[in-house]
Each structure stands twice: as structure tokens, then as C-alpha cells.
């Protein structure tokens, strides 16, 4: 299979997780591109598969991932997708929680293009991706800095991925 896994990332935690899916799904024997969703794709009708992941930002993916969805949804829909969000939520948890599992916009997108799956990955941020006072209430909301991706679950994904895609035919 060709599989297209795009990525919206600022900061670069969600393109490591979408190049780490690569790699497994790869190892499946599938064709496998890594491409950021800021960028024309061009022959999207030639993927069999796409997994399209974004960090998310202020309880939404990025514009770039939301606006690939919504420009591309017919050719999208035609084919199996998954869809993953990078975040803190689940990390941080209280009030950072709140917001759900689930970022802004996802559930529409994940309906219009029927897609199989959303998955949210715990991300990674550093006091320098924040401004000076987005640190401060970022501290006193009790937030932590540091690399929180979850390996072992990114890579477990991708074999459930892979497991489904030997049942996927064109
Ligand atoms: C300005 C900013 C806003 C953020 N807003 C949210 C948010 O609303 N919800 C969340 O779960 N994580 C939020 N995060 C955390 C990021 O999603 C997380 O750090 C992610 O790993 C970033 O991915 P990237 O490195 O690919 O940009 C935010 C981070 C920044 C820098």
C-alpha cells in the first residue's frame, strides 16, 4: 500500500511521532510518505491510505491539518484514513483536560471524510515555545515542561494500523 502520513507540526513533537509512524508501518512492507500538511501534495488520488495527524493549539489542530481535510474531503473520503492529535491534555490533566480527548473541529472532520480512528498522543513543549506571559499562565495554570511522547503507544498504533491494512484492498 502507499501511505500518505501528513503532519501539521509548529514545534516538531507531531512530525517526530508521524516519522515514527513511518518507520513501522514501513516495516510492514508499505510504501510510506512523511509529509508536512503546510505544502501542496500533489497527486493525493495516487495514496491508498492516508494517517493525518496535528499538534494541537488552543483546543484545535492547526489550521494547515484542518484546512487539508476540509479542502481535500473527496478525495480523502474515498479512501481509509486515521487521524491522530498531539497535546497535553491527558498529561496535564485538570484543567488542561478539560478540553477533551478530542480537539475542536476533529469530530466534523472525522464524520465528513469517515474516517476510522482518531488518536490523541501526549506531545512535548518547552518554556521557549510559549511567550513570556503565555509562560506565566501557563505556571500557574500547573503546567509542566518537558518530552511526554509515548513511544511504546505511537508504535503500537502503527501495528494496529498496519494489522488493519492487510484486510484494506483497492
Ligand atoms: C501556543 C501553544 C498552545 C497550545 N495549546 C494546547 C491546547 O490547547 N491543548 C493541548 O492539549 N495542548 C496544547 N499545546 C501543547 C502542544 O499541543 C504540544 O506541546 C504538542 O506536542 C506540540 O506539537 P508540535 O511540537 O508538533 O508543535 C499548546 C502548545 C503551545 C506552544
Known amino acids: 500500500m502507499l501511505v500518505m502520513i501528513g503532519y501539521a507540526s509548529?514545534?516538531?513533537s507531531t512530525e517526530g511521532i508521524a516519522r515514527r509512524l513511518g518507520d513501522r508501518l514501513r516495516a510492514h512492507g508499505h510504501s510510506i510518505d512523511v509529509r508536512p500538511l503546510d505544502r501542496p501534495v500533489e497527486a493525493l488520488g495516487l495514496y491508498d491510505v492516508f494517517v493525518l495527524g496535528s499538534a494541537v493549539h488552543g483546543g484545535s489542530w492547526l489550521r494547515?491539518?484542518?484546512d487539508f481535510a476540509h479542502r481535500e474531503t473527496d478525495t480523502l473520503a474515498r479512501?481509509?484514513?486515521?487521524?491522530?492529535s498531539v497535546g497535553l491534555a491527558r498529561v496535564l490533566g485538570g484543567r488542561f483536560a478539560q478540553a477533551g480527548e478530542?480537539?475542536?473541529?476533529v469530530p466534523e472532520i472525522m464524520r465528513a471524510l469517515g474516517a476510522r480512528?482518531?488518536?490523541l498522543f501526549a506531545g512535548a513543549i518547552r518554556p521557549g515555545h510559549l511567550p513570556l506571559f503565555g509562560r506565566f499562565v501557563y505556571r500557574a495554570m500547573g503546567g509542566r515542561y518537558g518530552d511526554f511522547r509515548d513511544w511504546a503507544e505511537v508504535e503500537e498504533w502503527a501495528e494496529e494500523?498496519?494489522?488493519q491494512l492487510?484486510?484494506?484492498t483497492r
Open 166 to 168: 492487510t484486510m484494506v
Open 10 to 12: 509548529e514545534h516538531g
Open 117 to 119: 480512528e482518531h488518536r
Open 102 to 105: 478530542v480537539p475542536k473541529g
Open 161 to 163: 494500523i498496519a494489522a
Open 64 to 66: 494547515e491539518a484542518a
Open 79 to 84: 479512501r481509509p484514513v486515521w487521524l491522530f
